[in-house]
T-cell receptor, first 114, second 115 residues
Framework: EDKVVQSPLSLVVHEGDTVTLNCSYEVTNFRSLLWYKQEKKAPTFLFMLTSSGIEKKSGRLSSILDKKELFSILNITATQTGDSAIYLCAVANYRMDSSYKLIFGSGTRLLVRP | GAVVSQHPSWVICKSGTSVKIECRSLDFQATTMFWYRQFPKQSLMLMATSNEGSKATYEQGVEKDKFLINHASLTLSTLTVTSAHPEDSSFYIC???????????FGPGTRLTVL
């Protein structure tokens, strides 16, 4: 059964700290891995990763994928209270009709204290 | 760019009634839209994939007669929860893709409460 596992489930840090969120997966017909940030409502897109070893970076956030070891990490440096959210990892896999579906992990709940 | 809206944002209804939720892509055409359900403190579970002009593809365990999906245009998909019951109470989120990548853009969600 395809699954995506995120760790830790929750994390509390202080402003300025650096955090690393983990996502491991066992998915047939891997296509891509995506990170989303979910605050109060809809998830907002952060990164999409398809190739191993290539870091994607956006401001204080960065992410990398290891397709051999089947995991990805999301790093947030110099955290701010506005980074408090649930971070979702999702893996897209090919289906027989060449469509795809996103399989989501349960998320990591990050709380950044001032 | 890539904004998706949902309406209504919340709805309360009586058991046995039907509820329609709209999902619109505001600034792009979405050949494919997705409907998810999210229970408290749990992740998003895909319910169905909706392609414009064709029948939706439902995930295993999702009743197609209960959750009716219509994708009549490239910017609008609707989910109708028929004969809603309290166990249907949940957060329903739609997403849409532009067709160029696997990136899905999510709507703000609709919180359904069935009394």
């Amino acid at each position: 059964e395809d699954k995506v596992v995120q760790s830790p489930l929750s994390l509390v840090v202080h402003e300025g700290d650096t955090v690393t969120l983990n996502c491991s997966y066992e998915v047939t017909n891997f296509r891509s891995l995506l990170w989303y940030k979910q605050e109060k409502k809809a998830p907002t897109f952060l990164f999409m990763l398809t190739s191993s070893g290539i870091e994607k970076k956006s401001g204080r956030l960065s992410s990398i994928l290891d397709k051999k070891e089947l995991f990805s990490i999301l790093n947030i440096t110099a955290t701010q209270t506005g980074d408090s959210a649930i971070y979702l990892c999702a893996v897209a896999n090919y289906r027989m009709d060449s469509s795809y579906k996103l399989i989501f992990g349960s998320g990591t709940r990050l709380l950044v204290r001032p | 760019g890539a904004v998706v809206s949902q309406h209504p944002s919340w709805v309360i209804c009586k058991s046995g009634t039907s509820v329609k939720i709209e999902c619109r892509s505001l600034d792009f055409q979405a050949t494919t839209m997705f409907w998810y359900r999210q229970f408290p403190k749990q992740s998003l579970m895909l319910m169905a994939t909706s392609n414009e002009g064709s029948k939706a593809t439902y995930e295993q365990g999702v009743e197609k007669d209960k959750f009716l999906i219509n994708h009549a245009s490239l910017t609008l998909s609707t989910l109708t929860v028929t004969s809603a019951h309290p166990e249907d109470s949940s957060f329903y989120i739609c997403s849409a893709e532009t067709g160029h990548t696997d990136t899905q853009y999510f709507g703000p969600g609709t919180r359904l409460t069935v009394l």
